[in-house]
């Protein structure tokens, strides 16, 4: 599958690969974090989120890394689809506060 | 349920003109959000509020003006619009838990607004 190193703003991959799409975070004290799917016209919508007290969390053909040592996130997406081509974002969110937003990854799936 | 609805959905305004965008979620959320979101800028957090009656600033407010006077409601105004404040402008609204953290955080459509 294809990977990106540390937020690159364009990730390009062919129907049925499987996508990586990594995200840095600044702040220590953020203890949740998400990932956002952003379709051309639309608000943001949830895929996924994980807490601090976690390394990984699985959803359906997505999967969330955390690395709280080097402030790293990374969704991986199995399988990708056409569908699957939006702008995606992390977001962080230290204890009490508005979530802060990455500057985001656009996924495109060629079939 | 309808979540977060955001009116209207496109605007051109004039430099200097006045206006006010409105935000109405129907989730009880207690936290409610306006971001601008701009080209290879991501979303930037402009003002939020944590209840009814209050409001605070975020990341970028200048130039902006927000009021919570029901719970379920969040407006946005901009006293004289100036181009820079061209955008697609974003309400989302969530709940904290036990734990702070923001949960349940939901986006509306957006506002395309345009200054000329």
């Known amino acids: 599958g294809e990977s990106v190193g540390l937020h690159l703003p364009t990730l390009s991959v062919q129907e049925g690969d499987n996508s990586i799409i990594n995200c840095a975070y600044s702040?220590?004290?953020?203890?949740?974090f998400i990932w956002y799917k952003q379709e051309s016209g639309k608000g943001p919508q949830f895929i996924i989120d994980?807490?601090?007290?976690?390394d990984k969390r699985q959803g359906q053909r997505v999967t969330v890394l955390l690395n709280k040592t080097v402030k790293h996130l990374s969704l991986q997406i199995a399988a990708t689809q056409p569908g699957d081509s939006a702008v995606y974002f992390c977001?962080?969110?230290?204890?009490?506060?508005?979530?802060?937003f990455g500057k985001g990854t656009t996924l495109s799936v060629s079939s | 349920n309808a979540g977060v609805t955001q009116t209207p959905k496109f605007r051109v305004l004039k430099t200097g003109q006045s206006m006010t965008l409105l935000c109405a979620q129907d989730?009880?959320?207690?936290?409610m959000y306006w971001y601008r979101q701009d080209p290879g800028m991501g979303l930037r957090l402009i003002h939020y509020?944590?209840?009814?009656?209050?409001?605070a600033k975020g990341e970028v407010p200048d130039g902006y003006n927000v009021s919570r006077l029901k719970k379920q409601n969040f407006l946005l105004g901009l006293e004289s619009a100036a181009p820079s404040q061209t955008s697609v402008y974003f309400c989302?609204?969530?709940?904290?838990?036990?734990?702070?953290?923001?949960?349940?955080?939901?986006f509306g459509s957006g506002t395309r607004l345009t200054v000329v």
């Open positions: 989302a609204s969530s709940y904290v838990n036990w734990d702070r953290a923001n949960y349940g955080y939901t």
């Open positions: 702040n220590s004290a953020s203890d949740y």
């Open positions: 994980i807490r601090s007290n976690m």
């Open positions: 977001a962080e969110n230290p204890a009490g506060t508005a979530l802060i």
């Open positions: 989730m009880n959320h207690e936290y």
């Open positions: 509020s944590v209840g009814e009656g209050t409001t």
